[in-house]
Nanobody, 123 residues
Framework: VQLVESGGGLVQPGGSLRLSCVASGFSLEQDFVGWFRQTPGKEREWVSCINKGGDSTNVPNSMKGRFSISKDNAKNIVYLQMNNLTPEDTAVYYC?????????????????WGQGTQVTVSA
């Protein structure tokens, strides 16, 4: 199983980024997947998740209206669209695969992690 993120980089406050995660070794049609993020000195923070069919998503209240998750099951790619970014969104963003049937903010429910992609929001 591999999860390979891309799309991170430097963006100005108020800008947007779309992260991509190419999954291999399993089918997105069979698993819940999502995104976490981490800043130095802090625990990893749940960002979003999406179910097998792609018709149910969830994001923390603090990110609703700015962050959205989607996926292309045919291409086996998960996306994280981030809008109206602030410096507080600066972090390494990780794509994750959950244990079966779970969409969770808890780290122990994550089965696989990607290597992460850095997002820096700065003027």
């Amino acid at each position: 199983v591999q999860l390979v993120e891309s799309g991170g980089g430097l963006v100005q406050p108020g800008g947007s980024l779309r992260l991509s995660c190419v999954a291999s070794g399993f089918s997105l049609e069979q698993d819940f997947v999502g995104w976490f993020r981490q800043t130095p000195g802090k625990e990893r923070e749940w960002v979003s998740c999406i179910n097998k069919g792609g018709d149910s998503t969830n994001v923390p209240n603090s990110m609703k209206g700015r962050f959205s998750i989607s996926k292309d099951n045919a291409k086996n790619i998960v996306y994280l669209q981030m809008n109206n970014l602030t410096p507080e969104d600066t972090a390494v963003y990780y794509c994750v695969r959950y244990y079966d049937g779970i969409c969770s903010r808890l780290l122990r429910h994550v089965q696989n992690w990607g290597q992460g992609t850095q997002v820096t929001v700065s003027a």
